[in-house]
């Protein structure tokens, strides 16, 4: 059964405002904590900041084309585009070879583009699993390759120092109890007989693989799912009690009414808000999300995730783009997953590369404004974005002003008493203009790319606590 609610559904993760405490509705499934997660293994979650995404599956193999027409939609939902009958999608599986495929040269990559994690579908929405599950035949064991694909990827990626989250396809093309809604008697049975098997891969994947950090659940949008919000959280709890520490995303999550993301009082369910994709929220409008956790993840054409043999379709972005894009995420609080499709042989495509040896340079030099970085609470200026971390300011400035002063707007209470530019240890020149109000002088020689500035900053008598919190 093929859904196609999963773009639209999308428009249903609006944050509702938290209602006054004396109104909240009594939940059985709602939020399980208000606030933000604070043990060890959530603040290794949220200090890695920059992550990959791995879209890898049968899709790969036509990359967007069927029967000789290019689909230009997403590549990974050729087989709902073109209407192919599910017996017909899985008979790719006698193609799936990739004879190129090199999880350590995967792992390096990684490594060499400063991603400290890395998020591999085990299974999307066709249902083809990347490890040899014993519930369905619809695996790699039963491919020419044999081979487990995801017990060599969690090896490597771990043996380079990087953790591995788990994305997850509730939604399953190929199991013929999967419901998108219940209707009858018998789809109720089909249903709860799919939740078993669910539950059933999902226990397999933690005790086969148990350094995965985090599970990454997807395609549960359709209206089987939502009315079974007691589901959902049953697959947290049963999760965290299987990998103490694990970390889940809100899509995961409904709660009685069918509320998704944010239950019916407006908490956020799950670990971290995971409905940025390919957007980012207004970094002065949008503040709200500095009060949570949250990840967003970002394609490099428009709205592509597995293999298009043709990117010509679109407009794709360039390195300095995705690092605009990581230190707006990085701004505001939140994560960036930069996603990766990899061709049917087992190799990266040129442009994907590219892309990640540009942002790894970057991220050599710069990286210190990223990793461990937060919300700064100051003003945003048109040069760029502020991230912080403890005591340090950096300013990150992707828009050079003619005039050569950037202008830095300091909460009330708050003094520059110095700028340095990371990696290089040029002093800039400081100069106070107005209440509250510097300008910060732009290095001698131009760096020719984004360049961050760390603040020296000192605490006068009249800081408010807002920004003494901000700096500590
Ligand atoms: O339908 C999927 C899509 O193929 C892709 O996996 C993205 C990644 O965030 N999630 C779904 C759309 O929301």
Redesign the pocket.
């Known amino acids: 059964m093929v859904c196609l609610g999963?773009?639209s559904?999308?428009s249903a993760q609006t944050h509702s405002k938290p209602l006054p405490a004396e109104q909240e509705i009594q939940l059985s499934y709602g939020a399980d904590r208000l606030g933000k997660r604070q043990d060890a293994a959530m603040k290794r979650f949220r200090d890695n900041r920059l992550g990959a995404?791995v879209?890898w599956g049968l899709y790969a193999i036509p990359g967007g084309e069927w029967n000789g027409k290019v689909y230009p939609g997403?590549a990974?939902?050729l087989k709902a585009w073109a209407d192919v009958p599910s017996g017909e999608w899985l008979k790719l599986m006698d193609r799936w070879n990739p004879q190129k495929f090199d999880a350590r040269k995967w792992a390096r990559m990684a490594r060499e583009m400063g991603v400290k994690y890395v998020k591999i579908?085990t299974k999307?929405?066709e249902g083809f699993c990347l490890w040899p599950s014993k519930y369905t035949k619809n695996t790699v064991e039963y491919t020419p390759y044999k081979k487990d694909i995801l017990g060599e990827l969690v090896k490597a990626y771990n043996d380079e120092g990087i953790d591995v989250h788990f994305?997850f396809?509730v939604m399953d093309w190929s199991h013929p109890d999967y419901r998108s809604s219940i209707k009858t008697e018998e789809d109720e049975k089909a249903f709860m007989r799919f939740l078993e098997f669910t539950d059933n891969q999902l226990k397999e994947l933690a005790s086969r693989y148990p350094t995965v950090k985090d599970f990454w659940f997807?395609?549960t949008w359709d209206a089987s799912i939502k009315e079974n919000g007691w589901w959902t959280a049953h697959v947290e709890k049963m999760l965290k009690e299987l990998l103490p520490g694990v970390t889940v995303n809100s899509r995961l999550r409904a709660d009685d009414f069918g509320k998704r993301h944010f239950d019916s009082n407006g908490h956020l369910m799950g670990d971290y808000e995971s409905g940025y994709?390919r957007r980012l929220p207004d970094p002065v409008k949008d503040l709200k999300v500095t009060r949570w956790d949250w990840e967003a993840?970002m394609t490099l054409p428009e709205n592509q995730?597995?293999y298009h043999k043709d990117w010509s379709l679109s407009y794709v972005k360039n390195p300095v783009e995705v690092i605009e894009r990581i230190v707006h995420a990085v701004s505001m609080g939140g994560n960036m997953a930069v996603n990766f499709g990899p061709q049917p042989d087992g190799d990266f495509r040129r442009e994907e590369k590219l892309m990640a040896e540009a942002v790894g340079k970057w991220m050599k030099k710069y990286g210190e404004c990223v990793y461990g970085c937060d919300y700064a609470g100051w003003k945003k200026q048109s040069w760029g974005y502020y991230t912080r971390k403890g005591r340090s300011v950096y300013m990150v400035v992707f828009n050079p002003p003619y005039s050569g002063n950037l202008t830095v707007n300091v909460p009330q209470g708050i003094k520059i008493t110095g700028a340095v530019m990371t990696g290089k240890g040029e002093n800039l020149k400081v100069t106070e203009t107005a209440r509250n109000e510097y300008n910060v002088g732009m290095p001698v020689s131009d760096p020719g790319e984004p360049f961050v500035v760390r603040l020296q900053v000192e605490e006068t008598s009249g800081s408010s606590d807002k920004y003494r919190d901000a700096l500590t």
């Open positions: 999963g773009f559904g999308l995404f879209h997403a990974e939902w579908t999307h929405h994305y396809s997807d395609g994709e993840c995730w597995g």
